[in-house]
């Protein structure tokens, strides 16, 4: 079986041209200078707007219903489109069950024939790279033929262990859960734990390792030089917060950035540690664990 193994990390400048994302970025500069809990309102119901505006942005496209999902899908990508739709029926209440969650109603799923594609609708350079996004309430994602390059029997197996649908849907489930009240590297790091789950699929580590990086610097995630450290860090962050408590602290955790509360105020919530605490606490940790 031919795959193209080069990691997909999912780096994201954030550069959109579209409309819409354009008005998020206007709203989002006023966000900056009203409270944390009204910002949330404002995510909420900008959120809504944009699972709102697929159908009318892609009204040309073709479409598949199921249970869990809605896949659009441009002409002559029929069978992508299913095998998408499968893998988003099987996995889609698997993974809001990682969360205690039920759907309540479809994923709008888009399917996008070329990396070029995607890449056009937010507005990122021709080299950047990723088999899908999350993006306010929706999925964006490459058409499996654009990366798997086997067609033999084995091919739905690999764009279900190792696509983009389970990583995507835990970024969906963590949104909703906070009302998109969390760091980066927290969605990034619950996303890989739930895709291992439920996949066994996990990021390779680092090639070289010089030193984790701070806290503090995690806050500019995106941008970190090195993005196959900054996702195994944020891993291994999240599974320290599984061992501490398990489910339930977890569930402690997004309940309490659901009401408002800053992650450094969570974690003295449910740890009793402050932000440098938790760090060194971290580290220590993850030295045993070797």
Known sequence: MALDTAPKYRKRPFRPKNYLAFLIII????????????????????????????????VGSERLYGRYSIVYYPAGEEEAAKLVQSAAER?????A????????RRVPVVIYREQSELNRFFGWPADEGTMGVY??????????????????????????????MVHEAAHLM?????????PRWFTEGLAQE??????????????????????SALERFDSLPDQQLAYYQSLLMVRYLYQQGGETMMSE????LAGGFSFTQVVNRNLGFNRCEFEANWRQ????AG
């Not at 996995?91 to 993974?95: A, G």
């Not at 739930?194 to 806290?215: A, C, H, K, M």
């Not at 940790?285 to 045993?288: G, H, L, N």
């Open 253 to 256: 955790i997004l309940s309490d």
């Open 27 to 58: 709203v989002g500069c006023f966000l900056l200078r009203v409270p944390s809990f009204a910002r949330m309102h404002i995510n909420e119901f900008l959120r809504e707007i944009n699972r709102g505006l697929v159908s009318v942005q892609y």
């Open 285 to 288: 940790w993850v030295d045993k």
């Open 174 to 182: 963590v949104d909703y859960q906070t009302r998109s009240n969390y």
């Open 91 to 95: 996995f889609f209440p698997r993974v």
């Open 194 to 215: 739930i895709e291992q789950r439920l996949t066994g699929f996990v990021f390779e580590p680092p090639d070289s390792f010089t030193g984790w990086y701070p806290f």
């Open 135 to 164: 993006w306010a309430g929706t999925l964006r994602v490459l058409s499996p033929a654009s990366w798997v390059l086997e067609t033999g029997p084995d091919f739905q197996d690999t764009f279900f262990r190792t696509g983009p």
């Open 97 to 104: 069950a990682e969360f205690g969650l039920k759907l309540t």
